[in-house]
């Protein structure tokens, strides 16, 4: 099975920060990497897909780069809004595992 | 818009079973693949099972294969999760969604909790 390794677990940032999250793949996935948002007590939502496509009405502050083993999640300039928990999530093989999240925080 | 509304969660006791429902509307649902994940308490989030637009082709996580069956009823735009010989360890917040281009989850329902306990 394919392992998603995240870094860091915790980040600690400020309204206006450039922020940088980290997901890497046990193996290569190829580009088949998603970004989720989710906030306390609802539901994740899709930011990125195929690694670098942002999801339809997601702000372009966000955005994926990477390939193989190797992926970031990059917040340009840090808003209020923001502060949550991400989530990458590989969709290569089957088993479509999750990476064990990253939470931003004041 | 797209709603996706989860029902059928609860309580139940170690051995027993439990269907849960999603009920899919705004979007052409036959059209679509569809996932179930969960997500326990203050934990991080572990997909569960998908199934192709047309019922033919469906995955399990390793962790609820052979106890779990994943179906749909097309002509009621209604996604199922069966799940059987519950565990402590099934206890979560199941969540469905709407497969997305390639096969990623995309848009997600707000979820059922599902408490396994004695």
């Known amino acids: 099975d394919i392992q998603m390794t995240q870094s860091p677990s915790t980040l600690s940032a400020s309204v206006g920060d450039r922020v940088t999250i980290t997901c890497r793949a046990s193996?290569?996935?190829?580009?088949?990497l998603a970004w989720y948002q989710q906030k306390p007590g609802k539901a994740p939502k899709l930011l990125i897909y195929?690694?670098?496509s942002l999801e339809s009405g997601v702000p372009s502050r966000f955005s994926g780069s990477g390939s193989g083993t190797e992926f970031t999640l990059t917040i340009s300039s840090l808003q209020p809004d923001d502060f949550a928990t991400y989530y990458c999530?590989?969709?290569?093989?089957?088993?479509?595992?999750f990476g064990q999240g990253t939470k931003v925080e004041i | 818009q797209v709603q996706l509304v989860e029902s059928g969660g609860g309580v139940v006791q170690p051995g027993g079973s439990l269907r849960l429902s999603c009920a899919a509307s705004?979007?052409?649902?036959?059209?679509?693949?569809m996932h179930w994940l969960r997500q326990v308490a203050g934990k991080g989030l572990e997909w569960v099972a998908f199934?192709?637009?047309?019922?033919?082709?469906?995955d399990y996580a390793d962790s609820v294969k052979g106890r779990y069956t994943i179906s749909r009823d097309n002509s009621k735009n209604t996604l199922y999760l069966q799940m059987n010989s519950l565990r402590t360890e099934d206890t979560a917040v199941y969540y469905c969604?709407?497969?997305?281009?390639?096969?990623?989850?995309?848009?997600w329902g707000q979820g059922t909790l599902v408490t396994v306990s004695s």
């Open positions: 969604a709407k497969e997305h281009l390639g096969g990623t989850a995309g848009y």
């Open positions: 705004g979007f052409s649902f036959s059209g679509y693949g």
């Open positions: 199934i192709r637009y047309d019922g033919t082709n469906k």
């Open positions: 193996q290569s996935i190829s580009r088949w």
């Open positions: 195929k690694a670098s």
């Open positions: 999530q590989q969709y290569n093989s089957y088993s479509r595992a």
